[in-house]
């Protein structure tokens, strides 16, 4: 029994007025003062002449008693005999009969009413219990979606920055193409490709384009749909996937954030997630019984590669791991060229210093940063997006919106100080990165900043480069001990980065007086079970000795700088002045102020 959704709202609402209907009619059944009289007791009454008045409709009459007192009564009949014993008991000639009239049908109506709230109660429950029976067995059907073949398609054409990762997976795109040349040879394809990389970096957007390059079914669902509150709800919906996948082959399946259901089992500590194992073992289950037979192809991605059961990482499940890294500079121009395809550009736009100062910058974080310049270009009504709204969208993104928060003039000349030790300190250390700008304008949590920007990729850092960078981290403090006598509290994060480096550098690539002795002092484990049960790998004394070399390497660091920047205190007021002045100094005025900046005599020089 299906009914439209058009024709319960009707009934809903018929239901609704044949309750009102009723509820009123009861109120005011209740409110009627009349006196009920019974046929025996209005006939006495009447036969002793005290009726004054009486009105009959059908079988109802109505009237006054000689006391004045309304009655209503029902009579057998109103045939000949019983009107003239009325008309000849009633004195007062007050008499009327009538036929009764089509309001029968509300009398009729009334007293159906309570039939036809229950049957449409019934019907209502019916169709809950219907709704609910289909629900209930659609509840472990897997909620996959599929890639829509009117939907614009992605392909290789449309990813950048990650050429090795392309060049990898264009072996599974010729598979999907071509699977029995490979089949003819005896090969077996993977089964399962990981994508792993940082958030934004496009492993979504990969396996999109490999699903758009093979022309095949796209299969997409996200870890965490597979986990319900419901026992074995998760693996009912791993083997309905599977089973939508063999039906429509060759085919892909992407899992994304693979993590969410295939996190390491036994790790917690007492009670455990027993529905999410469950879940996995059914993955794992299907993985390794997938047929060969038939052309699919399991694609995850995740960021958290560390935290996967090392049972899917084995081969035959996930047989492949591709690593999907942060571009390059010709990677990130790249991606710069395909986000702004769209975008009006101006004349003066140069998209290859764009990606040379965008190191460290995911796909996702381009986008967005060609995104914000056309707003802003936008929002400064212009027609075209010019280079400096590239410049501005870049500050945002890393450092937040600009505000207007530093009015004090004594805050702002503290924080002219420390700025310009961190800039001097860089213009004067070998080996320290760029410095391209110097601000006092307020971003984001920021009071100042200043800017360095590497002259080239770095893969493998070395001592002397670290030791660069712990003091251009220290600069800003100790500006502000020389030239106002003492300290705030803008170091703060400075020195919680110095730290981390130094403690690094002693207790991780052995650059300190511990040797080649190396810890993981500063890892923290995902899973608290397996931290517990490890254990610290090193005693108290040797934790104090990392202590006391970390403090050694920070002490040592402060010093020089304090003695650079004494001996550039000129430098010091000019560069302030001139902050206090324009607010920003940019790369040319600071040549102009500093003179040119010292370069290193070789990257495997001896830190300063």
Known sequence: MFVSKHLRSVLLIIAV???VFVVVSHLVATQDTNVHLDYGAFYQRLEHGQVQSFHAVGTQASGTLANGTKYVVSIPNTDSAFVQEVMRHVKSGAVGFEQPSNTGIFTLLEGLAPILLMALLFLFLFRQAQSGGSQALSFGRSRAKMLSEN????????VAGVDEAKQELSEIVDFLKYPKKYQALGARIPKGVLLLGPPGSGKTLLARAIAGEAGVPFLSISGSDFVEMFVGVG?????????????IAPAIIFIDELDAVGRRRGAGIGSVNDEREQTLNQLLGELDGFDSRYDVIILAATNRPDVLDPALLRPG???????????DRPGREGILRIHTRHVKLGPDIDLAAVAAATIGLSGADLANL??????????NDRTTVAQTDFWEAHDKIRLGATHTRLVNPGERKVVAYHESGHAITAWLTPGADAVQKVTIVPRGRALGMTEQIPGEERHNASRSYLAARIAVMLGGRTAEELALGEVSTGAENDLVEATALARRMVTRWGMGELGLLAFRTDEQQPFLGYEMAQGREYSEATAARIDRDVERLLGESHERVRS???????RIDALVEALLREETVDAAELKRILGPPVLPKSETAAPA
């Open 370 to 379: 060609c995104n914000e310049a056309a707003l802003i270009a936008a929002r």
């Open 317 to 327: 499940r996930f047989d492949r791991q591709v690593t999907v890294d942060l571009p």
């Open 17 to 19: 007025f044949v309750l």
């Open 564 to 570: 650079l920047l004494a001996a550039a205190r000129d």
């Open 151 to 158: 939907r614009p398609k992605v392909t290789f054409a449309d």
């Open 235 to 247: 693996a009912s919906r791993v083997r309905d996937l599977f089973n939508q996948a063999k039906e």
